[in-house]
């Protein structure tokens, strides 16, 4: 119940848990968050609304808006002594484990935290985490440029701060771009939950220990890095770069069906998914938008991303394994035409999700009936035997 994984030895390979927050139909490609539909969010939405619905269970009102968005603003500041963490780090260290190190290291500095069964706790510790992530997914990109540390300003909403926080610097201020800002929002609209996905039962199963949120939040942050999860955009950039040329996709095509090649296409296929992902149709629509806007409509990774979805979806082995793009083949392309550095897309998709992970944390703990997760196994090992003394063996 709640985030605890029911074993059922029916379903030897799949453990379930109950939530109201997120909705998935990967055979008609639905995706609802709190019953709201994701391409109604997404166009009529912004981040900080769907934040709001995802943590309270429904849309806010205006003043409601206010409210949240004043109290996420007047957090997005780091502890003076967190940048001591940051320098710990060697300079080329990937954003993602700066993230997961720096947000870990958070639990040493709000011990209010812990008592995760007082509500009014558990909803601070989860607005300081919305507010704080992006300076920390920020903050992680400059320390690897060898830039200063660029300080969150109150005048921008969540999308344009983070830019702010990424490119100013104290020689000249970005000038955060709508079209740009606008896209980032939507992309973090649509990565902000997906049901019980590995990060966020990662989440759930560090949090169900009674562990302090910052932890749990570090661990699925970890959990988000593998490339078969939200290491994929990132993943499919390096596969476009690697591709270089339509020419070549059919070399590629290959490799993914040889069952001797652990090679995948990556930004195909999905656990749940076995339709269009409707994040992937929102964001190719995002994508198209922002090239053309930005008048990178020739951009030739666009191009031979565009030809290699044609290739494949008129393909016989993906039509058969019912492998569609997902979320993650456009945002990488989306993200990389507003300027975002490859490292720096899982940090995205990272900073984004903080907000369902910290939503369904929160769900959980919540229940009175939550109980410590502890999923079973099916064991396969050997049968029992009597040691034979080393001389022996
Ligand atoms: C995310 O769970 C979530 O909700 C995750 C996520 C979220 O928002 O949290 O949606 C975010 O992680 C999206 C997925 C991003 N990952 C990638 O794009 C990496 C490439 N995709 C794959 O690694 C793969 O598709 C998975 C991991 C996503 C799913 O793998 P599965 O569970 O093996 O998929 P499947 O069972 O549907 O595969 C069916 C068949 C298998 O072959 P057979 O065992 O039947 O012979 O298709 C093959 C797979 O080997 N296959 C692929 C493939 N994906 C699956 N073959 C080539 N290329 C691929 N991309």
Not at 130 to 156: C, D, H, L
Request: with cysteine; proline share 5%; glycine share 6%.
């Amino acid at each position: 119940k709640h985030g605890i994984f029911t074993y059922d030895p029916g379903f030897l390979s799949t453990a379930s848990c109950n939530s109201n927050i997120t909705f998935i139909d990967g055979d008609e490609g639905l995706l609802y968050y709190r019953g709201y539909p994701i391409e109604q969010l997404a166009q009529h939405c912004d981040f900080m609304e769907v934040s709001y619905l995802l943590i309270h269970g429904n849309l806010p009102t205006l003043e409601e808006k206010a409210t949240f968005t004043n109290t996420i603003t007047h957090h997005t500041m780091l502890h003076d002594q967190l940048t001591n963490i940051f320098r710990g780090f060697r300079r080329d260290a990937h954003p993602m484990a700066v993230m997961v190190g720096v947000i870990g290291s958070m639990s040493a500095f709000y011990h209010d935290a812990m008592d995760i069964k007082d509500a009014k706790n558990r909803e601070m510790s989860i607005y300081r985490l919305i507010a704080k992530v992006p300076t920390v997914a920020a903050w992680s990109f400059k320390y690897n440029e060898g830039q200063p540390f660029t300080y969150p300003q109150n005048r921008f909403n969540y999308a344009e701060n983070f830019l702010h926080m990424m490119f100013s610097t104290p020689c000249e201020e970005y000038v955060p771009n709508p079209v740009i800002a606008k896209a980032l929002d939507r992309i973090l609209i649509l990565h902000a939950d997906h049901e019980q996905n590995a990060s966020t039962s990662t989440v759930r199963l560090a949090g169900s220990s009674g562990a302090n949120p910052f932890a749990c939040i570090a661990a699925g942050v970890a959990s988000l890095w593998g490339p078969a999860h939200g290491g994929a955009n990132e993943a499919v950039l390096k596969m476009l770069e690697e591709i270089g040329d339509a020419s070549n996709i059919d070399k590629f095509i290959k490799r993914a069906k040889d069952k001797s090649d652990t090679f995948r296409l990556m930004g195909f296929g999905h656990r749940v998914y076995k339709n269009i992902d409707p994040r992937a149709t929102m964001m190719r629509q995002t994508c198209y938008e922002v090239l053309e806007e930005l008048g990178l409509g020739d951009d030739p990774l666009f191009k031979v991303a565009m030809e290699l979805e044609r290739i494949a979806l008129e393909d016989e082995y993906f039509i058969s394994k019912r492998l569609y793009p997902n979320v993650d083949f456009y945002s990488g392309i989306v993200l990389r035409a507003i300027g975002i550095p490859t490292n720096m897309f899982t940090a995205i998709f990272a900073l984004a999700r903080t907000v369902g992970w910290t939503a369904q944390w929160n769900e959980m703990i919540s229940d009175p009936e939550a109980k410590i997760g502890r999923p079973r196994q099916l064991y396969t090992g050997a049968v029992r035997r009597d040691i034979v003394p080393i001389e022996k063996r």
